[in-house]
Antibody
Framework: QLQLQESGPGLVKPSETLSLTCTVS??????????WGWVRQSPGKGLEWIASLYYSGGTYYNPSLKSRVTTSVDTSKNQFSLRLTSVTAADTAMYYCAREGYCANGVCNPAGYGMDVWGQGITVTVSS | DIQMTQSPSSLSASVGDRVTITCRAS??????LAWYQQKPGKAPKLLVF???ALDTGVPSRFSGSGSGTDYNLTISSLQPEDVATYYCQHYYRIFRTFGQGTKVEIK
């Protein structure tokens, strides 16, 4: 059974860089049918898509965050990562990693097909 | 970007009631819609995609429908374990967006 687990610091200072890793177990990250994504949820708020990345390197970012976000994949460790620079209090949120459908019935969609496996989430607070 | 508007923002219903949540997209998304259930303190769970197909293991009391800009998630007989916030999400364009959520409670 595929499982995802987020890890990283729970507290980041303003203007610094938030770095998170998602470890995939029970399956390979190097699959042609899926994206690997990041979603966040500010306290008491709704869900915000951050990025979706493909194991071989293709990545799509939320335009509102694009200038501050970078992602990467480490296939040898079955992990993918998120970096968000110049954080402010507005970046305080629960951060989730998720598997997202990419190809279904031979048709591949750069917008994905929905996120079917999620990590439990990690709370990140931006504060001095 | 495509705006996703859910209604109502919250509802309270009795066990056994039929409940319908609506999601309206700001343009025709051609059925490229997913529904998620998020229970308190938990990660979201995929319920329905695309638009009307239940994900594996989702109880049959849940159903999705709609086309064009308007979509519904219906719970045919509300159960106590259905207390959650429900979100729609389009995947019509690369910039995926979610609705603001509908909180479902038991009366």
């Amino acid at each position: 059974q595929l499982q995802l687990q987020e890890s990283g610091p729970g507290l980041v200072k303003p203007s610094e860089t938030l770095s998170l890793t998602c470890t995939v177990s029970g399956g390979s990250i190097s699959t042609s049918s899926y994206f690997w994504g990041w979603v966040r949820q500010s306290p008491g708020k709704g869900l915000e898509w951050i990025a979706s990345l493909y194991y071989s390197g293709g990545t799509y970012y939320n335009p509102s965050l694009k200038s501050r976000v970078t992602t990467s994949v480490d296939t040898s460790k079955n992990q993918f990562s998120l970096r968000l620079t110049s954080v402010t209090a507005a970046d305080t949120a629960m951060y989730y990693c998720a598997r997202e459908g990419y190809c279904a019935n031979g048709v591949c969609n750069p917008a994905g097909y929905g996120m079917d496996v999620w990590g439990q989430g990690i709370t990140v607070t931006v504060s001095s | 970007d495509i705006q996703m508007t859910q209604s109502p923002s919250s509802l309270s219903a009795s066990v056994g009631d039929r409940v319908t949540i609506t999601c309206r997209a700001s343009l025709d998304i051609s059925g490229s819609l997913a529904w998620y259930q998020q229970k308190p303190g938990k990660a979201p769970k995929l319920l329905v995609f695309p638009a009307s197909a239940l994900d594996t293991g989702v109880p049959s009391r849940f159903s999705g429908s709609g086309s064009g800009t308007d979509y519904n998630l219906t719970i045919s007989s509300l159960q106590p374990e259905d207390v959650a916030t429900y979100y729609c999400q389009h995947y019509y364009r690369i910039f995926r967006t979610f609705g603001q959520g509908t909180k479902v409670e038991i009366k």
